[in-house]
């Protein structure tokens, strides 16, 4: 069991990955170097100071302002660094310092920056998603609730569900109704949560998506063809799968709390 030193520790460290994450979240769907140049300002590309790249803490001294030409700075930055913070201190609290928590952490910054991106340009970016198969699969060694072999079926099951579903709507539409970056997306978190977890993946994510997506065509009045990306609900169901699926599993199944 972590002692709240060792989680304050991980919020902390979660706070400086979040701060990196918002760099590549902003660069890699322009192709462009996330190690060069260093940080600057998104208006008028001022390189920002080290005293004024503390994470969370500089937006807020700033006012959400950059220093130099006072032009506002999104939300975006500090939320995404609180985000990665907080997830990192889960992640201590759940597997502790350790292999599994390691890996489950870089799963979970993999997915606030698909998030982030899909959300933004409605593109699941290949540079993660299809590197990320085979990292994670190596990860499943690492993992003392998953098997490399159950890796390997996740990989397959959640690639080839959603290939079959694309494919089997293709035929009877003509139209694609979902990118081949979801797909590779699940194939990726196959590999973590494995196949039975890839099935919690689809039923919270199909659940989540109907809410939230039924929701916005409400309240912007549009029909059933409102593009809404199906990425951050997978990464959502992924994420609920990895830390509090064993015991959603047991609630439904056994009739145990969760909670």
């Known amino acids: 069991m972590s002692n709240p030193l060792e989680i304050t520790a991980g919020f902390f460290f979660g706070l400086i ?3 990196f994450l918002n760099v590549c979240i902003g660069r890699l769907p322009e192709n462009l170097s996330i190690v060069k140049p260093a940080s600057r300002c998104p ?4 390189p920002i100071s080290f005293y004024d790249n503390i994470p969370v803490l500089s937006y807020l001294w700033l006012k959400g302002m950059c220093r130099n030409c006072r032009e506002p700075i999104g939300i975006r930055y500090p939320a995404v660094e609180l985000l990665t913070g907080l997830f990192a201190a889960l992640c201590v609290f759940r597997f502790g310092i350790s292999g599994a928590g390691a890996v489950y952490f870089i799963f979970t910054a993999s997915l606030i920056v698909i998030t982030f991106i899909d959300i933004d340009h409605r593109i699941i970016p290949d ?3 299809l ?4 990292l994670f699969f190596a990860g499943s060694f690492l993992l003392p609730a998953l098997t490399p072999l159950e890796s390997l079926a996740g990989v397959l099951v959640g690639g080839g569900s959603l290939f079959l579903v694309a494919w089997g709507y293709y035929l009877l539409t003509g139209n694609e109704g979902m990118g081949g970056g979801d797909i590779k997306l699940l194939a990726m978190i196959g590999a973590v949560v494995g196949w039975q977890g890839v099935i919690l993946t689809i039923f919270a994510a199909s659940v989540t998506g109907t ?3 039924g929701a916005m065509m409400i309240a912007e009045d ?9 990425g951050p609900f997978l990464a959502l169901g992924a994420l609920i799968h990895v830390f509090y699926g064993q015991e959603l599993i047991s609630w439904y199944l056994y009739g145990i709390r969760p909670f």
Do not use: D, Y
């Not at 590197?131 to 085979?134: F, L, S, Y």
């Open 127 to 129: 540079v993660i998603s």
């Open 43 to 46: 208006r008028c590309e001022t």
């Open 222 to 230: 549009k029909t059933m063809k409102l593009a809404v990306p199906f």
């Open 211 to 213: 809410v939230i997506g």
């Open 131 to 134: 590197p990320g198969i085979p």
């Open 17 to 19: 990955v979040g701060s």
